[in-house]
């Protein structure tokens, strides 16, 4: 629990210090914002910054920081250290810039952005590659709540209907209408059942494995036939929300077009980040003393569920809800593992049209133009599901390949704030740093990982350090061009 303590001061701490450099170094002024100067009664709309905040924790939370926690928490307290460093000074700074050059481009999407600094080229490509990861984090939110809706009553193909009925409206219909009323509800549901957990962990105080003494996959220990992968870069893919998440920085943008003052960025995007954290230290610790707490208090209940993310997952958070929190924790179970990846997964939805219309150039305030790009957007979901329901480790497939395109996508958005703030003569390092490091993460993981290349480790990781040294000579190699451009 020390290990947990000192992990969850130095988030506030992050928040505190670092989160007001960040700010700093960007520069919010009182420019008028998007939401003033394009307001369309549909997706650019001011709203109180309180809503704001609770809506931006949900986009970018929902299962996340809970599942991918607890599938970390298997490699050990070693997940401490992404979770605190990479959500200080990755995945805050990231959504934080994310959101606030958004506003800066009059509520620009992520692939929009992207072009504005690394050329039309590779805007093209990330508009493919952003529109197809928020397919397939609307299809993979869908299954997963209607399986665990499947197990309470009714039929899981009745629940995908009724959950893709629901992504339909919410994505046609103007953010206040339902995302504005009822994501602050979902959103405090999870931050109350978080902080349950986190006093129920205060007042039993259990024996843990601390920082100190188990630096090592412990996972490979007990469960050396299924949790065999090396910390680096398996664990860096793992822990993707609590940590980092290029998902985040398609919808950061989402907020930035309701935002009335660009200096309430640090509490919406960083704050909501630094939330994130909490929620994901919280889970991984509620894990850990569930995978490895002296005396063990259930593993062996979920021996026999069948293995796999999308079933030991939702089972390790019903388990300790209901027996910790009682009929309370129940229900907050099932907002955490039902609604949250549901809420993620219709704002995935409204992002894509988004970014396809902003492509596009079509306005989205008559009802046909956005259907126009429903109907396709939700057709490839609906082909994507179809095939996940027919091969019987389809989730998992889609799961994985989630996973690497939504840190793959942080990689893209990370050199696209460097870029920027080289060019506005600001300290570029701040992201320079975290986008070398998961330019390794997501080129090691792709030449390692079975579904991939499936390299032996040692290749793997001669030619992810390689990709490190070339994109930094690359770099190297443009700074140099672009500060003798600007010098002439």
């Known amino acids: ?25 960007f520069g919010p ?15 650019f709309i001011v709203l109180p ?37 990479g959500c200080i000074f990755a995945g805050a700074m ?5 959101g606030m050059l958004s506003m800066r481009h009059g509520g620009a999407g992520l692939p929009e952005m992207i072009g504005q600094y690394l050329g039309k080229t590779t805007k093209n490509l990330m508009l493919v590659f952003t529109v197809l990861l928020l397919v397939m984090v609307g299809t993979v939110f869908v299954y997963s709540p209607a399986e665990i809706l499947h197990s309470i009553g009714g039929d899981t193909m009745m629940w995908i209907i009724i959950i893709f009925g ?61 949790w065999k992968d090396n910390i680096f870069p398996a664990l860096f893919i793992t822990i993707a929300c609590g ?6 920085g398609t919808q950061s943008p989402l907020m930035a077009r309701c935002v009335k003052d660009e200096k309430m960025g640090r509490p919406i995007f960083y704050g909501a980040m630094i939330t994130e954290g909490v929620v994901a230290l919280i889970w991984a610790t509620v894990a850990a003393w569930f995978f490895y707490g002296e005396p063990a208090p259930g593993y062996q209940l979920i021996e026999s569920a069948t293995a796999g993310f999308h079933t030991s997952a ?65 057709a490839a979901s609906i082909a994507m599901l179809v095939w996940q329901i027919e091969n019987p480790d389809g989730f998992n497939t889609i799961w994985q390949y989630f996973g690497w395109s939504n840190q793959t996508l942080s990689v893209f958005t990370l050199w696209t704030i460097t870029v920027y703030l080289v060019r506005h003569k600001k300290p570029y390092w701040i992201t320079l740093i975290p986008a070398l490091f998961m330019t390794t993460v997501c080129s090691t993981y792709l030449f390692i990982s079975k579904q991939a290349f499936g390299l032996p480790a040692n290749v793997a990781y001669t030619i992810g350090a390689a990709c490190m040294v070339i994109a930094l000579v690359w770099f190297c190699l443009w700074y140099r061009k672009e500060t003798t451009n600007n010098i002439n």
């Open 94 to 98: 990231h959504d934080y810039f994310s």
């Open 29 to 43: 002024d009182n420019r008028a914002t998007p939401a003033l100067t394009k307001a369309d009664g549909v997706d």
């Open 1 to 25: 629990m020390i290990s947990f303590l000192l992990s969850l001061l130095a988030l506030v701490l992050g928040y505190l210090l670092y989160g007001r450099f960040v700010e700093h170094v």
């Open 243 to 248: 940590a980092i998440s290029g998902f985040h």
């Open 49 to 85: 910054n309180w809503k704001i905040f609770m809506i931006q924790f949900l986009n970018i939370a929902g299962t996340g920081p809970i599942f991918g926690a607890i599938m970390g928490a298997k490699f050990g307290p070693v997940a401490y250290l992404w979770i605190v460093f």
């Open 166 to 226: 629901y992504y339909i409206i919410a994505t046609m219909l103007p953010i206040d209408k339902i995302i504005g009323k009822v994501y602050p509800l979902f959103a405090f549901s999870l931050l109350f059942m978080a902080g349950a957990l986190m006093v129920w962990l205060f007042l039993h105080w259990p024996t843990l494995p601390e920082l100190w003494n188990n630096f090592y996959n412990m996972g490979a220990v007990t469960e050396p036939e299924t």
């Open 314 to 378: 939702p089972a390790v958070v019903n388990l300790v809800c209901n027996d910790w929190l009682g009929v309370a924790g129940a229900v907050l179970a099932m907002l955490g593992v039902v609604a949250a990846p549901i809420t993620s997964g219709d704002t995935a939805f409204r992002s894509g049209r988004l970014i396809v219309a902003e492509w596009l150039k079509l306005d989205q305030r008559p009802i046909p133009k956005r259907l126009y790009i429903c109907v396709p957007m939700f």
